[in-house]
């Protein structure tokens, strides 16, 4: 990837992430978004939803962390939503090599977090959390 499409990619991964996933404060209660080191995190009670970028591989990560008996799992989004059955991995997008693909990829992931969310709320998340920690 060239260095100005990189840097395309980079400036507008903030407001993009803002944009989408203004859900998880409007509709949801998260608090956020708090920028850190290239990521984005939203934070609920037990809950948090981080989304990064990763420029030198070209990829958009969407990591929820969550408490698990006493400790915090961290797992990555296209686990928890094969996991909880919601539909194939293709269906979260990872690509960000461009910034069409970019918000390709957040539109999905965007689309994965609404689905998982009531599941991450309900009595299987624990068991879930457990299953995706790690992967």
């Not at 969407?62 to 408490?67: A, K, Y």
Request: proline share 3%; charged share 25%; hydrophobic share 45%.
């Amino acid at each position: 990837m060239g260095a100005k499409r990189s840097a395309t990619v980079a400036r507008a991964f903030g407001s993009e992430v803002k944009q989408r996933f203004r859900f998880l404060v409007d509709q949801e209660g998260f608090l956020g978004p708090e920028e850190h080191d290239g990521e984005i995190a939203y934070h609920a009670p037990n809950l948090v939803i981080r989304v990064a970028l990763d420029q030198r591989d070209r990829y958009v990560l969407t990591l929820v962390n969550g408490e698990v008996d006493g400790f915090t799992a961290r797992a990555e989004l296209s686990c928890l939503y094969i996991g909880a059955g919601l539909g194939p991995v293709q269906d979260v997008v990872w690509s960000a090599g461009t910034l069409h693909a970019m918000v390709k990829a957040l539109d999905s992931q965007a689309a994965a977090v609404r689905k998982i969310l009531p599941v991450l709320k309900g009595e299987g998340a624990g068991k879930l959390l457990r299953e995706c920690h790690g992967k």
